[in-house]
């Protein structure tokens, strides 16, 4: 398969504690996304990047999220002292650039914090 | 501000019977259109795209859509639903001069037997 493959596929966390997402793009893709979807609305823009460099971050990215792409391959989103309203969906999609304006999704990571 | 509108939350709709959904937007620059499906806990899958030409576009699974540059618009139709149509429908934007989709709200259809 090589679509946009997102780890984990469902995390459950208490109040406080930091986790980590991972996603892997489409291989050739240079531009990787990250979304946000809480229930019953559409995904929101969190952050992209092109190739390594994070060219864009939305006024939703607090302080306490970080987003990397190291070697400009996979993507890694860290929250920090998560909070109740961070439970949502967090969606991972690629493009290429220039001349690719679909974007590719992965299946998401569900977190739940308690 | 909203610039994406889906103008039903929900759409139940009898199997065979063929459906419509309502997708307006707001922009200053040109725009490429999208709508996409998302089934349960899964991510989202592309229907359909418009870029430029023919402002009626064919997508997978029977739906179409047509551009509507002077209403802003970019509904989407099926003529004969399935059972298995029953998901969440957005319709999303790109601009021109931006890098990133902006979503709509998303149309929950349900469809009976």
């Known amino acids: 398969d090589t679509g946009v493959s997102q780890d984990p596929r469902h995390k459950i966390t208490k109040r406080g504690q930091n986790v980590t997402f991972r996603c892997d793009p489409i291989s050739e893709h240079n531009r990787l996304y990250w979304y946000r979807q809480t229930l019953g609305q559409g995904p929101e823009f969190l952050t992209y990047f092109q190739n390594e460099a994070q060219l864009e971050k939305s006024r939703l990215l607090s302080n306490r999220f970080s987003a990397e792409r190291p070697k400009g391959s996979f993507s890694t989103l860290e929250i920090q002292r998560t909070e109740q309203g961070d439970s949502a969906m967090y969606l991972c999609a690629s493009s290429y650039a220039p001349g690719g304006n679909e974007q590719f999704f992965g299946p998401g990571t569900r977190l739940t914090v308690l | 501000a909203q610039s994406v509108t889906q103008l039903d939350s929900q759409v139940p709709v009898f199997e065979e019977a063929p459906v419509e959904l309502r997708c307006n937007y707001s922009?200053?620059?040109?725009?490429?259109l999208f709508w996409y499906v998302q089934y349960p806990n899964q991510g989202l899958q592309l229907l359909l795209k418009y870029l430029s030409g023919s402002t009626l576009v064919k997508g997978i699974n029977g739906f179409e859509a047509e551009f509507n540059k002077s209403q802003t618009s970019f509904h989407l139709r099926k003529p004969s639903v399935h059972i298995s149509d029953t998901a969440e429908y957005f319709c999303?934007?790109?601009?021109?001069?931006?890098?990133?989709?902006?979503f709509g709200a998303g149309t929950t259809v349900t469809v009976r037997a």
């Open positions: 922009s200053s620059v040109s725009v490429y």
């Open positions: 999303a934007v790109f601009r021109s001069n931006d890098y990133k989709l902006s």
